[in-house]
T-cell receptor, first 113, second 113 residues
Framework: NAGVTQTPKFQVLKTGQSMTLQCAQD?????MYWYRQDPGMGLRLIYY???????DKGEVPNGYNVSRLNKREFSLRLESAAPSQTSVYFC????????????FGDGTRLSIL | AQSVTQLGSHVSVSEGALVLLRCNYS??????LFWYVQYPNQGLQLLLK??????LVKGINGFEAEFKKSETSFHLTKPSAHMSDAAEYFC???????????FGTGTKLQVIP
């Protein structure tokens, strides 16, 4: 009964490096989300996918790309990491096209030096 | 644009005392409102949500929240705090229930034995 699974849990990058954060859900949910969480700022939406093959920008999309590979998987890519992207990243999912995240992964803690 | 204000970034209560976490919202249309809880090193969990039905909403773990349109508030309460309630709590709003959720900045609840 995994729910939403994120990998890796921790990562340290150097400025300019690239990496992909992986997310998979096993609840057959249509909608998936990527958020970043920074101290004192709550969660901010990076990208959203209402269904396989569709993605929409959220509040803070600059510097990120996403791919909805299939219904289960939604990946987030940093092409050229910057220190401002140091954050905790959460993937979430929900039923239907609800715009309302229901289930969250445990997060990826990313530090960029 | 919608917004959420959580009053008090840190709240301390004694074990067995009333828990009251405050949330005020701004929305151009009737809102859907949410409370999420985040335990250390975990993702968010949905505690409860208001979707324009009953104004008093009951959630998991004994929490409830009351929607007050005249006060634009959606405060979270629990009659008796347990040590296990220590966590960070986020209020969130979705105008009309069809726009993307906007999160507040969170309130960390400390429960003192």
């Amino acid at each position: 009964n995994a729910g939403v699974t994120q990998t890796p849990k921790f990562q340290v990058l150097k400025t300019g490096q690239s990496m992909t954060l992986q997310c998979a859900q096993d609840m057959n949910h249509n909608s998936m989300y990527w958020y970043r969480q920074d101290p004192g700022m709550g969660l901010r939406l990076i990208y959203y996918s209402a269904s396989e093959g569709t993605t929409d920008k959220g509040e803070v999309p600059n510097g990120y790309n996403v791919s909805r590979l299939n219904k289960r998987e939604f990946s987030l890519r940093l092409e050229s990491a910057a220190p401002s992207q140091t954050s905790v990243y959460f993937c979430a999912s929900s039923e239907g096209d609800s715009n309302q995240p229901q289930h969250f992964g445990d997060g990826t803690r990313l530090s960029i030096l | 644009a919608q917004s959420v204000t959580q009053l008090g970034s840190h709240v301390s209560v004694s074990e067995g005392a009333l828990v009251l976490l405050r949330c005020n919202y701004s929305s151009s249309v009737p809102p859907y409102l949410f409370w999420y809880v985040q335990y250390p090193n975990q993702g968010l969990q949905l505690l409860l949500k208001y979707t324009s039905a009953a104004t008093l909403v009951k959630g998991i773990n004994g929490f409830e929240a009351e929607f007050k349109k005249s006060e634009t508030s959606f405060h979270l309460t629990k009659p008796s705090a347990h040590m296990s309630d220590a966590a960070e709590y986020f209020c969130a709003v979705s105008p009309g229930g069809y726009q993307k959720v906007t999160f507040g900045t969170g309130t960390k609840l400390q429960v003192i034995p």
